[in-house]
T-cell receptor, first 111, second 114 residues
Framework: GQSLEQPSEVTAVEGAIVQINCTYQ??????LSWYQQHDGGAPTFLSYNALDGLEETGRFSSFLSRSDSYGYLLLQELQMKDSASYFCAVRGTDSWGKLQFGAGTQVVVTP | ETGVTQTPRHLVMGMTNKKSLKCEQH?????MYWYKQSAKKPLELMFVYNFKEQTENNSVPSRFSPECPNSSHLFLHLHTLQPEDSALYLC?????????????FGQGTRLTVV
């Protein structure tokens, strides 16, 4: 089976940096993804890491360490519009096509 | 617009009703998914279809019945639901390749069972 753990909530001020950690357990592993979901909206894809290291996309970066079964999403220069839920997700090799999500981290950005 | 369209956006139904949720994707993807999202809970995978074949049924009660007539359409048939089934039901699609990296979600159907 698969399980993912991430913090339930993080609060930070505009302009700050936030790191959302995700630890996972899975039998077989293709990669770790991150999704953003605003209230009332659909989850939207942010990033994907298949290999160890840091992937940077604008203000957002994602990191993976396969040996530690650990990854994080880094949000820099926080803006009010970044207030949303952020989910990590893994695609394991035990069930083709199965994308399993963590419980999500609510990020609250304050002025 | 994500290329995945769900209807209806909102649905209120009684416990004895039968209704269906519809999902359509215009992305040429081969895999489609149903997820349930309840407040303060992880997205729960319900069903996966790859190339119209069901490859995952995540211990979902039989009062939920999926149907995938072709790779662009996915239905979730509902009957004799319980109040605890009230949730946001999300449809998603992806390429279907084992290493595909991104799933595209619809806006969801907010279901209330009364």
């Amino acid at each position: 089976g698969q399980s993912l753990e991430q913090p339930s909530e993080v609060t930070a001020v505009e302009g700050a940096i936030v790191q959302i950690n995700c630890t996972y357990q899975t039998s077989g592993f293709y990669g770790l993804s991150w999704y953003q979901q605003h209230d009332g909206g659909a989850p939207t894809f942010l990033s994907y890491n298949a290999l160890d290291g840091l992937e940077e996309t604008g203000r957002f970066s994602s990191f993976l360490s396969r040996s530690d079964s650990y990854g994080y999403l880094l949000l820099q220069e926080l803006q009010m519009k970044d207030s949303a839920s952020y989910f990590c997700a893994v695609r394991g090799t035990d069930s083709w096509g199965k994308l399993q999500f963590g419980a999500g981290t609510q990020v609250v950005v304050t002025p | 617009e994500t290329g995945v369209t769900q209807t209806p956006r909102h649905l209120v139904m009684g416990m004895t009703n039968k209704k269906s949720l519809k999902c359509e994707q215009h992305l040429g993807h081969n895999a489609m998914y149903w997820y349930k999202q309840s407040a303060k809970k992880p997205l729960e995978l319900m069903f996966v279809y790859n190339f119209k074949e069901q490859t995952e049924n995540n211990s979902v009660p039989s009062r939920f019945s999926p149907e995938c007539p072709n790779s662009s359409h996915l239905f979730l048939h509902l009957h004799t639901l319980q109040p605890e089934d009230s949730a946001l039901y999300l449809c998603a699609s992806s390429q279907g390749d084992p290493v595909d990296t991104e799933a595209f979600f619809g806006q969801g159907t907010r279901l209330t069972v009364v």
